[in-house]
């Protein structure tokens, strides 16, 4: 079963959309297999991190943004706005795709664990992700 | 298939347990396939890295622990100590999930590659792989 | 279905390589499913990222040599060539496997989004990828 699940963004951040892939999983109605997402963007990423404390999500976008800062002499390619390199750079370093094994119908994720949407752009409507499920 | 796997770490360092997961796939009887991991946890990560030369790994971590201090104060989330910040920093920029090929009831890897949980916290007893091997 | 796939590099830089990969997603027959890639190397890595604009992949690549130097005196591991150790890092730090949906017979990537092989070497003849596609 392949489908397109439609991630709402907006801004700059982490977007948990944990809840919309384990529907897929059930609709799909596999109890054991695998969760295959690809975000179909260059400028955002997939990324799977604690979901309880806020602060771990902050420091994290924090801590990104000052190892890729938007300003930076480096960059020619500039045309798409100043926030765009930076987002094709932390796109590079983080994850585009993930793998998730499912087990008794759910997403084998561990107790903190949440499946996250990362935008990378400013300003932004919403993202794409292609969800395989398969046995 | 699907099974957990549990990696013993007990401190900061690159773990192989490429022969945990060899074990996993011929249990499995899977020939040609795909054998795909997600570790369980936040301040821990996967990689496929070197195992022929210890220095490498020695490196690695040596260059990812001045990436990424123990001793930042860009860090608020600082309740479940010094090096969990660090921890979920560097576990966003390696891997959470690996997929790797099964061909000819084995792991399709490079003749220098092995699978390695890389464990962030300076202590911990041990982590969780989830594993599934399909077809 | 698995099989191995030859890259052409011979040089440091992001090498496309997304037409070989649809051929053999071709050769499958498989119309939805997934495919997994895995590149059996540790000084070279798997990036999707755009295709459209070469200013991108320029930068990219700049920005990583800066963050990774070639001289550094934290490295030990220098047998293998003053590029080897950065190399390992720069693979850490990007994607050794990749899973990529398939929709009607097709990779389901974004519109901007080609899969890449990532030389970090200076000098290398190819880079072999192990390709599975299941359903």
Same mark, same amino acid.
Request: glycine share 8%.
């Given at each position: 079963? %392949? ?6 963004? =907006?801004?700059?951040? $982490? ?5 919309? &892939?384990?529907?897929? &999983?059930? *609709?799909?109605?596999?109890r054991? =297999? +695998?969760?295959?997402l690809? +975000?179909? @963007?260059?400028?955002?990423? #997939? +990324? ?11 420091? #994290?976008? *924090?801590?990104?943004?000052?190892l ?5 002499? $480096?960059?020619?390619?500039? #045309? ?7 987002? @094709? +750079? *932390? ?6 795709? $993930?793998?998730?094994? %499912? ?6 994720? =561990? ?8 935008? @990378?752009? @400013?300003?932004?409507g ?10």
């Amino acid at each position: 079963m %392949v489908e397109i699940i439609n991630v709402q963004t =907006g801004r700059q951040g $982490l977007f948990e959309f944990t809840r919309q &892939v384990e529907r897929a &999983v059930h *609709k799909s109605g596999i109890r054991e =297999g +695998i969760c295959n997402l690809l +975000i179909q @963007h260059t400028s955002a990423s #997939l +990324i799977i991190q604690e979901n309880a404390d806020p602060s771990a999500m902050h420091d #994290l976008e *924090k801590w990104m943004n000052r190892l890729v800062p938007v300003n930076d002499s $480096l960059y020619t390619h500039t #045309l798409e706005g100043e926030d765009d390199m930076p987002a @094709h +750079i *932390k796109n590079a370093l983080t994850a585009t795709t $993930l793998s998730i094994p %499912v087990i008794d119908g759910g997403l084998a994720l =561990g107790t903190w664990q949440g499946v996250f949407c990362w935008e @990378h752009r @400013h300003c932004s409507g919403s993202r794409n992700v292609a969800v395989h499920i398969g046995e």
